[in-house]
């Protein structure tokens, strides 16, 4: 595990990183996991691996399969299926449709086989399963047939189903024969047996609700063009209406809250913007701090030269530069704790805080990148680094990467396997065929990566 010469701003120490994390890690053309210091927790022997996870499960590839490992580095799914939909299930579950063959299976979060891969299509019931009820299914063994109701046992409860929907609450709207009735997946009952040409929920329009008369009513169905009422205690009350409307009425206008949004223009663009000033002037510009609040600086201009005037300790000697871009953080202020300064044809990332160059590397040109939130993408001759503004003032969360790359790739913002939800972002170049994740840390996730 090698390091880059650059500079990565971390003055927080080793317990930054007191969780632990799964960061991809490359050995030659083979994949697995190692922990932020580069220390191997899941030996390299995957095609590839996914950089982020659900519920403590990892995708892994390996001869154009996929499997799951959990964060033992176990393989709870071996690599050997077509493509795995995954299912998160609240904060603590986890399952996985399986494809392999053309045929569809189904597994819970420790891989075990809950339906084999043999049906054609598999629908789980959304019957609160997160609290670990039966869990039950629609089916189908062949792509043109009908569809089944079974249990995980695979018990069967109804079949010749032709269509479902509104799986809620444990209530599911079942199509049989032509017909539709609601069927309780809780107590295996028709609570209203499959007689209607359509059921659906009681609703109208927005800004509508039901008549007083009908505030108790949770569904309608209709037959022969008929409007018929379903209560929430599932008694059925016939109508000759056949048109909803009659049992809703428009809300009054002191029903409702009035909601007034202000909309303020901000320009959410990320943008520097270059100083211009007269020989022998200056100007003072407001600054965004640390607390929120604005603090004032001084940037001079003398004998061709650029430099700031900050009233801080940290200013012993001045420094003099080509030119000054400011990053804009709204209208009226900047932010006060990085420039872009131009010294003999080249940028640096100036810290004005500290009164230093973040790096003694400098690059030609820089952009924004899109739907990177303070990501900056700089270049220098054919080569590419990165500099990363944190959405927070602490400048030691702050990350440069020496414009030593090909291309760059995509940034991953990973979190730490366990339950306090803390971060480690790695960014992901390439050099010729080579894919290397860098670390937020500076390091290398990859055993041959040149220093």
């Known amino acids: 595990m090698k390091f880059l010469y650059s500079l990565v701003l971390l003055l927080t120490g080793l317990h930054f990183y007191a969780q632990d994390y799964f960061v991809p890690y490359r050995k030659g053309k083979l994949w697995g996991y190692a922990d932020v210091n580069g220390k191997v927790k899941v030996t390299p022997v995957y095609d590839s691996v996914s950089f982020t996870y659900y519920n403590f499960r990892w995708k892994v590839f390996k001869n154009k399969k996929v499997g799951v490992i959990n964060q033992k580095g176990e393989e709870v799914l071996k690599p050997e299926y077509d493509?795995?939909?995954?299912?998160?299930?609240?904060?603590?579950?986890?399952?996985?449709?399986?494809?392999?063959?053309?045929?569809?299976?189904?597994?819970?979060?420790?891989?075990?086989?809950?339906?084999?891969?043999?049906?054609?299509?598999?629908?789980?019931?959304?019957?609160?399963?997160?609290?670990?009820?039966?869990?039950?299914?629609?089916?189908?063994?062949?792509?043109?047939?009908?569809?089944?109701?079974?249990?995980?046992?695979?018990?069967?409860?109804?079949?010749?189903?032709?269509?479902?929907?509104?799986?809620?609450?444990?209530?599911?709207?079942?199509?049989?024969?032509?017909?539709?009735?609601?069927?309780?997946v809780l107590t295996k009952q028709w609570k209203i047996k499959p007689t209607y040409d359509s059921i659906a929920v009681f609703d109208y329009l927005d800004f509508y609700k039901p008549k007083s008369d009908y505030k108790d009513v949770q569904y309608f169905a209709i037959k022969?063009?008929?409007?018929?009422?379903?209560?929430?205690?599932?008694?059925?009350?016939?109508?000759?209406?056949?048109?909803?409307?009659?049992?809703?009425?428009?809300?009054?206008?002191?029903?409702?809250?009035?909601?007034?949004?202000?909309?303020?223009?901000?320009?959410?663009?990320?943008?520097?913007?270059?100083?211009?000033?007269e020989e022998n002037d200056n100007k003072v510009f407001s600054f965004q701090a640390e607390n929120g609040s604005v603090k004032k600086i001084k940037i001079n201009k003398q004998k061709g030269k650029y430099s700031f005037q900050v009233n801080t300790s940290n200013q012993k000697k001045e420094m003099f530069f080509d030119a000054i871009q400011l990053f804009r953080k709204d209208e009226e202020s900047f932010d006060s704790r990085y420039a872009l300064v131009k010294k003999n044809e080249k940028w640096f990332v100036f810290s004005i805080v500290n009164n230093v160059l973040v790096s003694t590397i400098g690059f030609q040109s820089f952009t924004f990148l899109p739907n990177k939130r303070g990501l900056l993408l700089i270049k220098n001759k054919n080569k590419v680094g990165l500099f990363k503004f944190e959405n927070t003032f602490h400048e030691e969360l702050s990350v440069f990467?020496?414009?030593?790359?090909?291309?760059?790739?995509?940034?991953?913002?990973?979190?730490?396997?366990?339950?306090?939800?803390?971060?480690?972002?790695?960014?992901?170049?390439?050099?010729?065929?080579?894919?290397?994740?860098?670390?937020?840390?500076?390091?290398?996730?990859?055993?041959d990566a040149k220093e």
């Open 83 to 184: 493509s795995i939909f995954e299912k998160p299930v609240h904060s603590r579950y986890h399952e996985f449709i399986l494809y392999k063959n053309g045929k569809m299976g189904f597994a819970n979060w420790l891989g075990e086989l809950v339906l084999p891969v043999t049906f054609a299509d598999i629908i789980k019931v959304e019957d609160e399963s997160f609290n670990r009820l039966e869990l039950k299914f629609f089916v189908k063994n062949e792509p043109y047939s009908h569809y089944k109701l079974i249990d995980e046992a695979k018990n069967q409860w109804l079949d010749s189903i032709q269509d479902f929907n509104q799986m809620r609450e444990g209530f599911c709207h079942i199509k049989q024969n032509q017909k539709w009735g609601i069927y309780s």
């Open 401 to 447: 990467i020496a414009p030593t790359y090909d291309e760059f790739i995509e940034s991953y913002k990973l979190q730490s396997i366990d339950h306090n939800y803390n971060c480690f972002n790695v960014y992901l170049f390439k050099n010729k065929s080579e894919m290397i994740p860098v670390g937020e840390n500076n390091l290398l996730f990859s055993s």
């Open 224 to 277: 022969n063009g008929f409007i018929y009422l379903i209560s929430n205690k599932w008694v059925v009350v016939p109508t000759k209406e056949t048109s909803l409307k009659y049992f809703f009425e428009e809300f009054k206008n002191e029903e409702y809250d009035e909601v007034v949004s202000h909309l303020v223009d901000v320009n959410d663009t990320e943008v520097f913007e270059e100083i211009q000033l």
